[in-house]
């Protein structure tokens, strides 16, 4: 059965992060625990934001999960990413060399990688958890 999203996020467009279902576990289990404060899509992705906008995450079910409201959006070429954005990331062992195997191989799933390609890149913080059993029911947002 699927959770509703709360009546003060039913306005904000929803997505999950990956490309499959156990992907977009995994990427939204990892924002949920604080870890996984950043992400990249092409420059061309529907998904596009701006700072100060809240969207629902979902799980690999389609499930709401939890808010996020980005923080910063920069453009920069894959070879360009740092150390930094990879870290915040979260994902792996949150280094540039990991980042860039793991982007390497998503990025060619979809047929887009190569080198030089432009990435949209998003920083952003946790407003909420949805779906957290241990939460308190009458919790409130975090921001």
């Known amino acids: ?55 629902v995450v979902l799980d690999g079910r389609a499930e709401p999960r939890c808010v996020i409201e980005t923080t910063e959006v920069t453009y920069r070429r894959f070879n360009e ?14 280094s540039l060399a990991y980042w860039r195997g793991a982007h390497q191989s998503y990025f060619g799933r979809l047929g887009r990688y190569s080198d030089d390609m432009l990435l949209m890149c998003e920083r952003f913080r946790l407003i909420e ?8 029911p009458e919790r409130k947002p975090l921001a």
Request: proline share 6%; charged share 35%; hydrophobic share 35%.
């Open 1 to 55: 059965m699927s959770k509703p999203v709360p009546e003060r996020y039913q306005h904000l467009r929803r997505f999950a992060f990956g490309d499959s279902p156990a992907l977009a576990d995994e990427l939204v289990e990892l924002v949920v625990r604080g870890i996984k404060i950043a992400t990249c899509s092409t420059e061309d992705e529907p998904n596009t934001s701006a700072p100060g906008e809240r969207w």
């Open 81 to 94: 990413v740092d150390a930094a954005f990879a870290h915040d990331e979260g994902e792996g062992d949150r």
């Open 129 to 136: 958890v949805l779906d957290d059993a241990r939460a308190d």
